[in-house]
């Protein structure tokens, strides 16, 4: 068990000391970048270094984090990436509304504990626990505002059960910020709340030749243009450009996009909207 939280140059290695929005090789396993775009690169974003402090310190304790944000900012990419760097990751799949049989099922599928959960909730919990006793984990749950209040319970019951506790990390969009502090138990329990932001205007020509390097060659009004038109500081709507620009030039054979194929794609991304 950690008792200090890392610092985040251990955590992120020396690219945390480097200049904003330094490049992370190798920091993301394959399928964690959106839509498995070629050649998209990891970059601590401030957002990126916040949630490794977040959950560096989380997971020291033992305690719950709470990560908020509007789609797309990469939250879950930022969580996962960082969590991969501390221990275990457990991230739950479960459906949409689930009740506490799910998170049994779901914890019981992450911890790999073999056939399905048994039925009797005793039993499962049993099992469930002994393997979270064996050594720290990091329990994922997205869209957390959606859990009931009888999931929480059990969360605080799996938590306080265990003598080092358990770091949970609860994802969430801004808007359910609202459901997560009405839960009593987290006020006690968390190491932070965390709001995830977009990226700034002025923060877009420093960020996306990072991203990519198809962009390098892009000037920097015209990725400011792109940005207030389609992307709003989301890196999640930037790899979906990059997707669509890497597509354009394989189809024309061009070397780096110009204006004409910058306009070309927006259109086809937003379907000719104009903001």
């Known amino acids: 068990m950690l008792t200090t939280p890392p610092a985040p140059s251990a ?3 020396a690219a945390a000391a480097a200049e ?12 964690l970048h959106f839509l498995d775009t070629p050649g998209v690169r990891t970059l601590l974003t401030p957002g990126m270094l916040a949630v490794g402090d977040a959950l560096a310190e989380a997971y020291a304790q033992g305690r719950f984090a709470c990560v908020l944000g509007d789609a797309g900012v990469g939250k879950t990419f930022a969580v996962h990436t960082a969590a991969r760097r501390l221990g275990e990751l457990l991230p739950l799949d479960f459906r949409a509304h689930p009740a506490p049989a799910d998170l049994r099922a779901a914890l019981h599928r992450a911890l790999g504990l073999g056939g399905e959960a048994p039925a009797d909730a005793g039993a499962a919990d049993t099992l469930i626990r002994r393997a979270l006793a064996e050594r720290p984990r990091i329990v994922v749950v997205e869209d957390a505002d959606r859990l009931s209040a009888s999931c929480f319970e059990y969360v605080r019951f799996l938590h306080d059960d265990l003598p080092q506790g358990l770091c949970v990390v609860l994802i969430a969009q801004a808007r359910g910020e609202r459901s997560l502090r009405a839960q009593r138990m987290l006020a006690t329990r968390s190491a932070g709340w965390l709001h995830i932001p977009a990226l700034t205007r002025d923060q877009i020509p420093q960020a996306v030749p990072a991203l ?8 920097p009004g015209d990725l400011q243009a792109l940005d207030a038109r389609l992307a709003d500081g989301l890196l999640r709507r930037w ?12 189809a024309t054979g061009a070397k780096k996009p110009d204006g004409g194929m910058l306009q070309a794609v927006a259109d086809r991304v937003d379907g000719g909207r104009r903001s």
């Open 11 to 13: 955590l992120w290695g």
């Open 20 to 31: 904003p929005f330094a490049v992370v090789e190798d920091a993301a396993p394959p399928g």
């Open 212 to 219: 990519h390097p198809l962009w390098q060659g892009v000037a």
């Open 239 to 250: 790899v979906v450009l990059t997707l669509h620009t890497q597509r354009a030039l394989a």
